[in-house]
């Protein structure tokens, strides 16, 4: 009867182990540990150059957004009189929010409706769109493809405020002016985020498989629809942020587009406070600037929790993107 210690070697066709070969390791079975064991010294080694400069980053991004929280729990008065990075005596940023959307009978609600109108809007239709460009780009060849892409890239380099006026003069004759179709419609448009769909739709959608979505009968537009749209959600949440956040932050389009105040986003409405704090215009009072600094502080919440709503799709696309199946 064969002891169970040798039984493997036995049943694997090999010759059976003696009790010094099973008790003592391999060199083969030696060479993980001793490799981890030379290589752990260098996993703890820090970079002293590299660590300042990441410090130098964080510092960079998360000061401003410090000096915000701060600045909204001031009063116009502490703003100047107080140090920049601290908190007052008597912080107050329950009656800023406040008075912030009370102020001129509430008007910044409507402009932080508004800003959420345009950008969520904009970023919807402009992924899908992209997508749909993107993808037609990637998986069908047709006349002139080349030279259509090409003038796609030569879009990206054009800046958007070059665009503007000429964007403006057209709206007008099609009396679109002052209207959220003016914000809207020319945000739809994403050279970028087009490229990007492009580039991500050559390997994300295999061509094998739209090939026996065809054999089985279904349709162009439905492949799209059910099989590539989905394969392309991480590159849709990609151009969604990209256009959320140049939409909301959208300032020269919408201030030429729209006139009446009840239209505006919050860029162009805090905007006008600010103006009026500083030229002391009609419905200023002392507290403007103070109240513009929390309009701008509130402003930015939506965004944030998009991103962290979002992140998790988004990084778990591009994981699996660089994984080659």
Do not use: C
């Amino acid at each position: 009867m064969t002891s169970p210690k040798f039984s493997t070697s036995l049943e694997q066709g090999g010759p059976p182990l003696t009790p010094a070969a099973a008790s003592t390791p391999s060199k083969t079975q030696r060479l993980p540990a001793e490799a981890r064991s030379r290589r752990r010294p260098s996993a703890h080694r820090r970079s002293t150059p590299l660590t300042i400069v990441m410090l130098a980053v964080l510092a960079y991004f998360l000061l401003p957004l410090f000096w915000l929280l701060v600045a909204s729990t001031k009063s116009t008065q502490d703003l100047f009189n107080s140090f920049g990075l601290w908190f007052s005596d008597a912080p107050q940023l329950l009656s800023n929010v406040k008075a912030t959307f009370t102020q001129d009978d509430g008007v910044f609600g409507r402009w932080l409706l508004n800003t959420v109108l345009y950008a969520g809007v904009s970023a919807v239709g402009a992924a899908l769109l992209a997508a749909a460009a993107g993808y037609g780009f990637a998986k069908y060849r047709f006349r002139g493809h080349g030279a259509a892409f090409n003038l796609v890239l030569g879009a990206i380099m054009i800046p958007t405020t070059a665009l503007a006026i000429p964007t403006y003069l057209l709206f007008a004759k099609a009396e679109l002016v002052n209207t959220p179709w003016a914000v809207i419609l020319p945000s739809l448009v994403s050279p970028f985020g087009l490229y990007l769909m492009r580039i991500y739709a050559e390997d994300a959608v295999p061509d094998s498989l739209i090939e026996a979505a065809r054999m089985d009968g279904a349709g162009e537009l439905r492949i799209f629809l059910t099989i590539a749209l989905r394969l392309l959600a991480p590159g849709l949440v990609t151009v969604v942020l990209f256009t959320l956040v140049a939409t909301w932050n959208n300032y020269f389009l919408p201030l030429i587009m729209l006139n009446d105040p009840n239209l505006y986003p919050i860029t162009v409405g805090l905007s006008s406070w600010a103006a009026q704090a500083h030229n002391g215009g009609a419905g200023a009072s002392s507290d403007m600037l103070a109240l513009v600094v929390t309009g701008s502080l509130i402003s930015i919440v939506p965004l944030v929790l998009a991103f962290l709503m979002l992140q998790r799709y988004w990084q778990s696309g591009l994981a699996t993107g660089g994984v080659k199946q």
